[in-house]
């Protein structure tokens, strides 16, 4: 950790799937894991809200489970503007961990 983020904690950051599990995801392969921050832009709650936003598009058959793939691994911040807008977060019921707590 010290050598790709030097000076931060390891509590800063997420051990994260970049294809999430409940798309398809391998739960097991050193390639999709990566630190995500919990901070700043595009950062952990940010992404866990375009995965559980694309998780009900697939079950709903509005979006193919390749297409959730492809977008998340091409460019998950990009995929965010597109597909965690305010009404599909909001239709879906996903509240951030912070907002919990507000």
């Not at 807008?85 to 951030?96: K, L, M, P, Q, S």
Request: proline share 5%; net charge neutral.
């Amino acid at each position: 950790m010290d050598a790709q983020h030097p000076g931060e904690a390891f509590a800063d950051y997420e051990l994260d799937h970049l294809i999430p599990i409940s798309l398809g995801g391998a739960p097991l392969d050193l390639r999709d894991l990566w630190l995500q921050p919990r901070r700043g832009q595009a950062n952990a709650a940010d992404k866990n809200a375009l995965a559980y936003v694309l998780w009900r598009l697939v079950c709903e058959r509005r979006v193919p489970l390749r297409t959730a793939q492809q977008v998340i691994r091409h460019d998950w911040t990009k995929a965010y503007d597109t597909y965690a807008t305010r009404e599909n977060v909001a239709r879906y019921h996903f509240r951030h961990r912070q907002e919990e707590h507000d």
